[in-house]
């Protein structure tokens, strides 16, 4: 009887293992910190405008100081939050809630209070991207050099790295967009906002959406309801570097003077490197203050990454080893073929990729 309850244990306890992974809890498998809304109110000086570092799609981030002296993050959902809003908020939780990584936003802790939901992050001093290149948290910042542009896309692709190659199942981010890349004291830069990624798990429908992610940085699959794979966060990394390269934004607004053909920096960059003419695209404040070989590298990788098809786009093991040059980039035929050599491209890339192991 001792034996077969013995043995009843072992296998309850090792099936039960086998099916666990640190995603499948709806709480986070980290410690988070449970903060309650009075603590938060008070280390916010009552949620005051006055300490609001920026606004999104779902709510307001306050910088915060904590009883114990330590600067955080808030970010505070709106009282009148969306389903979309609470299922970010639960994302958020249980996938950043359960990964660590440099190379990622810490969260620290959580408020969960009637319909209150407050998720609280170490604070990055220099905010984001966004705000650094386009100036608009009116930070007196001034023009990023190209070495400091250069660390963040490598720390980008790190973090990428991370989430799909790393984590295990793999995570993808879902969201990559200058808004969502933060940077420490010394502008090293860390993903956040995890509030549209989804753990990968073969087909998986939880991740078929109707419309996710942000307009211009979504992957053309993507286009209404689609999958969300590694491919597509590689797509955005895409469009970031341009970005980052550029200094503006992938879609120019009205009332700027700029030529139609430049309106749009994914097709824009598509044409120059037709054109033979990448180096146009670098962000004029730089001037000639930039390592040529580099930004080349990255405006190449960049349009290896916005291929329409997902599969001709590099896979992030692939671009970290391209970044340390010890992998060459196939040139870019298919984009501008009429009809598309893809078994063809796909059969020598495979084989590049032999050669460079
Ligand atoms: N941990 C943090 N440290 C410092 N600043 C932060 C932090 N998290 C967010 N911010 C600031 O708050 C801003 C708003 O962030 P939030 O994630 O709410 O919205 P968003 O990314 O701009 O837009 P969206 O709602 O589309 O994601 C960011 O752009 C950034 O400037
Ligand atoms: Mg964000």
């Given at each position: 009887m001792t034996i077969i309850y013995i043995l009843y244990h072992l296998w309850d306890t090792l099936f039960r293992r086998s099916r666990?992974?640190?995603?499948?809890?709806?709480?986070?498998?980290?410690?988070?910190?449970?903060?309650?809304?009075?603590?938060?109110?008070?280390?916010?000086?009552?949620?005051?405008?006055?300490?609001?570092?920026?606004?999104?799609?779902?709510?307001?981030?306050?910088?915060?100081?904590?009883?114990?002296?330590?600067?955080?993050?808030?970010?505070?959902?709106?009282?009148?939050?969306?389903?979309q809003a609470e299922r970010e908020f639960?994302?958020?939780?249980?996938?950043?809630?359960?990964?660590?990584?440099?190379?990622?936003?810490?969260?620290?802790?959580?408020c969960i209070e009637k319909n209150k939901r407050v998720l609280v992050y170490e604070y990055m001093p220099n905010r984001s991207l966004q705000d650094l290149l386009f100036n608009?948290?009116?930070?007196?910042?001034?023009?990023?050099?190209?070495?400091?542009?250069?660390?963040?896309i490598q720390d980008v692709v790190m973090a990428l790295e991370f989430l799909h190659n790393e984590c295990d199942p793999p995570v993808i981010h879902g969201d990559i967009k200058p808004s969502n890349v933060l940077l420490d004291w010394d502008f090293k830069?860390?993903?956040?906002?995890?509030?549209?990624?989804?753990?990968?798990?073969?087909?998986?429908?939880?991740?078929?959406?109707?419309?996710?992610?942000?307009?211009c940085y979504i992957a053309p699959e993507f286009g209404g309801c689609g999958y969300l794979m590694e491919k597509g966060d590689i797509y955005s990394l895409g469009v970031l570097i341009l970005v980052i390269v550029s200094g503006r934004r992938p879609l120019h607004v009205l009332n700027s003077p700029m030529?139609?053909?430049?309106?749009?920096?994914?097709?824009?960059?598509?044409?120059?490197?037709?054109?033979?003419?990448?180096?146009?695209?670098?962000?004029?404040?730089?001037k000639?203050?930039?390592?040529?070989?580099?930004?080349?590298?990255?405006?190449?990788?960049?349009?290896?990454?916005?291929?329409?098809?997902?599969?001709?786009r590099p896979d992030i093991g692939d671009i970290v080893k391209i970044l340390r040059g010890e992998m060459d980039l196939l040139p870019l035929t298919f984009e501008f073929s009429p009809s598309p050599p893809s078994r063809f491209y796909s059969r020598s890339r495979r084989k590049h990729s032999e050669q460079s192991l």
């Open positions: 666990t992974n640190p995603f499948d809890t709806a709480t986070p498998t980290l410690k988070l910190q449970k903060f309650s809304y009075k603590e938060l109110k008070s280390a916010t000086n009552q949620f005051n405008a006055d300490n609001s570092i920026g606004k999104g799609g779902f709510g307001t981030v306050f910088r915060g100081i904590l009883r114990d002296g330590k600067s955080v993050a808030i970010k505070k959902l709106d009282a009148a939050s969306s389903l639960q994302s958020e939780l249980t996938i950043l809630g359960s990964i660590r990584s440099p190379h990622v936003v810490s969260l620290l802790g959580y608009d948290g009116n930070l007196n910042s001034g023009c990023m050099n190209w070495e400091k542009r250069f660390q963040v830069a860390k993903i956040s906002d995890f509030g549209l990624s989804r753990v990968k798990v073969d087909r998986d429908l939880s991740s078929t959406t109707s419309m996710r992610g942000t307009l030529k139609f053909e430049k309106a749009n920096l994914i097709s824009w960059s598509r044409q120059l490197a037709q054109a033979g003419n990448i180096l146009e695209l670098v962000d004029e404040k730089l000639d203050a930039y390592n040529k070989e580099q930004v080349t590298l990255c405006i190449n990788l960049a349009l290896a990454c916005l291929q329409r098809l997902p599969e001709l």
